[in-house]
């Protein structure tokens, strides 16, 4: 079987810490980014397409990856976006009715290196005490003064624009075209569940690529504005956030979600700072300060809003607080027709506490 032609395998860390496993299929690879782990139970597909993970090595914590397979629709873009993964048991075999491969295939035909039998607990804890930091994973593992070099040229994170990486190069559509409200939609790393939230609710979304202008997306005559997902530091985005200040200026209606929400933030003054660890994950608790509700919601983000400066801002108001730690999770502006989110309601496979965001915009629209 494919699975006991094991390759020892090193997971290297960009302060010397090293960990070791096993190559997954018994390839030979190696792949280099920043370390992060995702605590959801499910969703691995998703979270392996999500561009917002662009050029980032996840760990799972779920002790066991690949048990259900894969399926063709369960895909958050066009093809994997991390640079690699770290697991503790990687299943070879699967059972589910709908899966149409196993996670092995998928990996391999995306051309993804993984590893397995790591102590991801091991792992994990390190990451959570030290930081978020980059990393390299490989069957190299005699060469381990090569490998500390490598990856000492790997920029960091900080300060790292990655949109222009996972962004559409040419405008298309998405939903009926004689729907009766029009998205512009702009792709900074935009997830297809977010396009399919809008396009169930009667929107149809024209997706223009991240370093487009208000002009190229007011040219459509749309009557709403979408300031999506995606990887990387916000603050590079210069473009995206002179985007946001036009719409603003205008008042137009406009909804942002998690690097979207940042670059909102940025457009009004408002800083970003990265975090020690990121929020990833779909178990993470949101008090929506509006409603005085608790959410459980799917987050991934490794860059947070400055809350003393959107508290201290006379237009804008914090709506939703994460609970762990009290970093912004939501805002609004209390003149405008515009509001954010920093976590992901169109969730798939789940949570879909928060889905009624989706609605809120449309209703923001029709007014």
């Known amino acids: ?142 060469n381990i003064e090569v490998l500390k070099k490598q990856l000492n040229d790997i920029p960091d994170m900080n300060g790292l624009e990655l949109a222009s990486k996972v962004s559409t190069k040419e405008p298309y559509f998405v939903g009926e075209e004689s729907a009766s409200i029009k998205i512009a939609a702009l792709d900074l790393g935009i997830k297809k569940n977010i396009l399919r939230n809008l396009a ?25 504005y979408f300031l999506s997902n995606g990887p990387g530091d916000p603050e590079p985005l210069v473009e995206a956030q002179a985007v946001a200040k036009e719409i603003i200026d205008r008042n137009l209606p406009v909804f942002g979600i998690c690097l979207g929400h940042q670059v909102i933030a940025l457009a009004n003054g408002v800083s970003t700072y990265k975090m020690h660890n990121g929020h990833r994950g779909i178990n993470h608790p949101v008090k929506n300060l509006l409603t005085g509700k608790g959410e459980i919601t799917s987050q991934n983000h490794g860059f947070a809003v400055n809350r003393e400066q959107v508290e201290a801002h006379p237009e804008l108001e914090v709506t939703h607080l994460h609970l762990n730690d009290g970093t912004v999770a939501g805002l609004r502006m209390k003149n405008k027709n515009c509001f954010s989110v920093q976590y992901h309601p169109e969730a798939s496979p789940g949570p879909h506490d928060a889905d009624y965001l989706f609605d809120d915009f449309i209703e923001n629209i029709k007014k």
Request: charged residues 25%; proline residues 2%; aromatic residues 12%.
């Open 200 to 224: 169930k609710r009667g929107a149809y979304i024209k997706v223009f690529p991240y370093n487009s202008t208000f002009d190229e997306l007011a040219a459509w005559n749309p009557d709403g």
């Open 1 to 142: 079987m494919k699975y006991q032609k094991k390759k020892q395998a090193v997971v290297l860390l960009a302060d010397g810490t090293i960990f070791y496993g096993k190559s997954v299929g018994g390839k030979e690879g190696t792949a280099f980014g920043e370390v992060c782990f995702n605590t959801g139970m499910t969703g691995y597909q998703e979270i392996f397409t999500d561009p917002s993970y662009f050029g980032q090595i996840m760990v799972a914590t779920n002790a066991h990856i690949g048990n259900y397979g894969t399926q063709s629709e369960e895909v958050e873009s066009d093809g994997v976006k991390i640079a690699g993964l770290i697991v503790k048991n990687f299943s070879y075999d699967f059972s589910r009715d709908r899966a149409d491969s196993s996670l092995e295939d998928f990996l391999e035909k995306n051309n993804l290196f993984a590893i397995s039998d790591v102590d991801t607990r091991a792992l994990v804890s390190y990451i959570r005490d030290n930081g978020a930091m980059n990393a390299v994973i490989s069957t190299e593992v005699d």
